[in-house]
C-alpha cells in the first residue's frame, strides 16, 4: 500500500540526494534569460550588462537573490514544507486579498504591491503555496479523488480561490495557469470524461466565435459545426456501453433521417429555420434517451442527455460572454490570435512585430546585439512577454530551439521526479510544478508567434521580473528538496 505522509531521517547533509542535473538546467535557463534581457534591454549609452539602472542589471540582482534563496529552501527540513502547507496557503491567499485594496493601479491591474524602488506580485507566490496545499490534501489518510463528491469540491476550492482573488486583481493570464492544476488532478484519479469535456468547451466557443459570417440553413456554420459536433458526441457517448448499442444506433438514424430531410428540403429551394430544427433534433434525442433510461434502468445514457444539453447551452452562451463579460481589448485580441482580424497597428500590433522579428532572425539569427527589431523598440514588453522574439531574432532558429529543448528537458525531468516519489505529496507537488511549467511554456511561446491569445504570461526564468523568478525557484527548490528526501523515506 502506497504510504501517504512524509517520514524523513536525519541526513548527514541536506544537500545530500539533489538532483543535479534539474540544477544545471535552472542555472542554464536563469544565466541566458539574463543575457537575452540584456540583449532585449540593450542601451548603446549604457551599455554594461550590470548596470543597475538598466533592466539587465536589477534581473542580476534578483537572479543573485534567486540563487540564495534556492540554497535556503534545500537547507529546510523537507517535513517542514508538508506539516506548514495549509498555513503558507493561506496566508497567501490572505496576501492575495490584501493586495486588491492596497495595490496600485497598474495599466488597470491592481496586482503589485510597490516597497519603496521594488514592487511584487504576490500572485507568482500563490502558485507554490496551492500546489503544497493541493499536495496536502491528496496526502491525506486514506483520501481518494473519488472517493467522494466532497473531495472534489475541496481539491477545487483550492485552486479555484486564487483564480478568483487574481482575476479580482484584473490579471486574467496569472489566473489562467491554475487551471493546468487540472492536469495533476487528472493524474490523480479525475475521469478523462472531464479533459475531454474541457477540449470539447474550448472547440465549441473558437468554433462559435471565428465561424460567424457565413450561414447554413439560416444559422452561422459555426453554430451549425457545433450542433453536429454535439449529435456525434452524443451518439459516440451512447456507442461505447455495449447495453446502450441499440440506443445509439437509433439516435444515429434519427439525426440522420432528420438531415436528409434539411438537405433535400434546401435543395428544393424551401428555407428550413436551422434555429429551431437543429435544437428540436437535439431535444427530441434527448427525450427519447430520457424514456430509454427508464425502460432499461440504465442511469450511463443520462451522461449522453447531460453532455448534449450543456454543450448546447455553453454555445449559447459563449456569444453573451464574448460580447458582454469580455472588455473591448480582450475581444480583440482573441478575434485577432483566431485570424477573425488583422488590426496589425493596435491589437495585433505586439503579435506581428514579434513575428517579423522572429521570422528576421532566420536559422542562425542575426548575431548577439544585433537585432533590429529589438534594438529600435519595434517590438512591445520585448524584455518581459516578449523576449522570445529576441532569442529569435538574434540566435535563429538554432537559439530558439535550442531555448525549447531546454524547457523540455526540465520539464520531462520533473515528471521523472514526480513518478519516483515514494509518498503522494511528493508526487503531487511535482505533477503541480510540471503543469506550471507546460501552461507558462506553450501559452507564452504561442502568444509570441502568434497561436495564443496576448493574455500576459511570462517566459519562466527569461521574462524580466524578481517576482516571477522567484516564483518559479520557489517551486522547483521546494521539489528538490522533498525529491532529496525520498531516500531516507520508510
Known sequence: MESRSINYRNQESPLKGI????????????????????????????????????????????????????????????????????????????????????????????????????????????????????????????????????????????????????????????????????????????????????ILAIAIFVISVKFTETMIVGIPSGQFTVYIIVMVTMVTMLALYSKTADVARNVALGFTGCGLIVTVLELCGIDVPGQYVFPGMIGAACLYCLFETMRLRVMKITAAI??????????????????????????????????????????????????????????????????????????PEQHTDFIFCTIGEEEGFIGTSLTMMLFVILILRVIVIAERQPTTFGRVFAYCVASYFIVHFCINIGMVIGLCPVIGIPLPFFSYGGSSLWGFTFLLFILLRIDASRRSHH
Do not use: C
Not at 519603496?116 to 496545499?133: C, D, N, R, V, Y
Open 19 to 198: 538532483d543535479w542535473p534539474t540544477v544545471i538546467i535552472y542555472m542554464l535557463l536563469v544565466v541566458a534569460g539574463a543575457i537575452s534581457i540584456y540583449a532585449a534591454s540593450y542601451d548603446f549609452d549604457n551599455a554594461s550588462i550590470f548596470d543597475y539602472s538598466e533592466f539587465s542589471g536589477k534581473q542580476l540582482r534578483w537572479i543573485g537573490l534567486s540563487f540564495v534563496l534556492g540554497l535556503g529552501l534545500l537547507l529546510i527540513d523537507a517535513r517542514m514544507y508538508e506539516t506548514y502547507a495549509y498555513p503558507i496557503y493561506v496566508a497567501v491567499m490572505i496576501l492575495l486579498l490584501i493586495t486588491i485594496f492596497i495595490a496600485p493601479n497598474i495599466k488597470g491591474s491592481h496586482s503589485w504591491i510597490v516597497i519603496g524602488s521594488m514592487s511584487i506580485q504576490p500572485a507568482e507566490f500563490a502558485k507554490f503555496a496551492t500546489a503544497l496545499a493541493l499536495a496536502k490534501l491528496f496526502s491525506g489518510y486514506n483520501f481518494s479523488l473519488n472517493a467522494s463528491t466532497g473531495n472534489y469540491m475541496k481539491a477545487l476550492a483550492i485552486i479555484f480561490l486564487p483564480v478568483g482573488l487574481i482575476l479580482a486583481q484584473n490579471e486574467t493570464g496569472s489566473a489562467l495557469v491554475y487551471l493546468g492544476l487540472f492536469f495533476v488532478l487528472y493524474r490523480e484519479g479525475m475521469s478523462g470524461l472531464v479533459l475531454l469535456s474541457a
Open 306 to 379: 447531460g453532455a448534449a444539453i450543456i454543450a448546447v447551452a455553453f454555445m449559447f452562451s459563449v456569444n453573451y460572454v464574448f460580447t458582454s463579460v469580455l472588455k473591448p481589448h480582450q475581444q480583440m485580441r482573441i478575434k485577432v490570435a483566431l485570424g477573425i482580424e488583422d488590426d496589425i497597428l493596435k491589437a495585433g500590433y505586439n503579435v506581428n512585430q514579434s513575428k517579423i522579428a522572429i521570422g528576421s532572425g532566420g536559422f542562425a539569427g542575426k548575431g548577439f546585439l544585433k537585432g533590429t527589431q529589438t534594438k529600435l523598440k519595434y517590438v
